[in-house]
């Protein structure tokens, strides 16, 4: 199994960047921009990395983010994640940012999206690997501030695929945002939002009814309302489900109490993501391996996990078929 999980060809569909600074990367750019970082070495980092809930993560990954200045840094950071990319057979990743993190202590909008594009771009040259952005607005602050930050990206329209919602769920319901979907929505971009990873079902509706969203961040509470199962597998709704970030922030206690199987076996569009692998020990095989080794997955899952990746992805129908085509080809 674990050989089938590592050969096949991947989409990582939600994986946000500022989650992939690796402890290493964190002390090397603390050192080069002369920030300060709460930890003397990188067991004391490892060490803090042990979380009760989503803000006590939250708060962490914010620190850790302040070592990000300048467009290299950007680069440098996303380069990095390419490299895990190759490692783990992603052929093409969707990568969210958090530019308000950034603008909100000097960085320039432009400072990060160009380097993570610069990056991408260099990622598809060496390794063919594909890629979008995905710019995220933070809940925690106004929607004020979010259509500030929309109107920063209409500079850079072209290389921003879409708009998403992440940060402290509880008591930011997407209807707090509700507006701001509208107009990212008239502009072209297209639309997803963490919903039913910590807060209840309610939310997941309201990222469907009110932000009108083409996928859903985690969902995983979708399993507590009988009719919203219903709906989402009517409609195939992408759930962009990760694993590792479920256990290490309790949304569910074990491995063995995940419910991935459980929306799998329902007919659940389901696939398998990282979303913060620096923090939550390890990348998108890593993720794979772990609901092996703990749920009763069958090879026919990890296949269906990993073409339902390709499926809702970002890209046209041509690169869609070419990708399930290797997929195929790598079953051979
Ligand atoms: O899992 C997450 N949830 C919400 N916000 C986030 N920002 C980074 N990771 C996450
Ligand atoms: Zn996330």
Known sequence: MIELIK???KAELHLHIEGSLEPELMFRLAKKNDVKIPYENIEDVRKAYNFTNLQTFLDIYYA??????????FYDLTWEY?????????IHTEIFFDPQTHTERGVPFEAVITGIKEALADAKEKYGITSCIIMCFLRHLSQEDAFETLEQALAFKDDIIGVGLDSSELGNPPS???EVFK???EEGFKLVAHAGEEA???YIYEALDLLNINRIDHGVQSIKSPELMQRLKDEQMPLTVCPNSNIELKVFETYKEHNIKELLDYGLNISVNSDDPAYFKGYVNQNFINLYENLPITEDDVITLVKNSFRSAFIDDELKEAYLAKVDLALQ
Not at 64 to 73: H, P, R, S
Not at 82 to 90: A, F, G, Q, R, S
């Open 200 to 202: 209840d079902f309610s």
């Open 64 to 73: 850790g983010a302040n070592v990000l200045l300048t467009k290299d840094d």
């Open 82 to 90: 390419i490299l895990k990319c190759v490692e783990d057979n992603v």
């Open 183 to 185: 107009k990212a929505k």
């Open 7 to 9: 050969k096949l060809p």
């Open 176 to 178: 707090k945002f509700k």
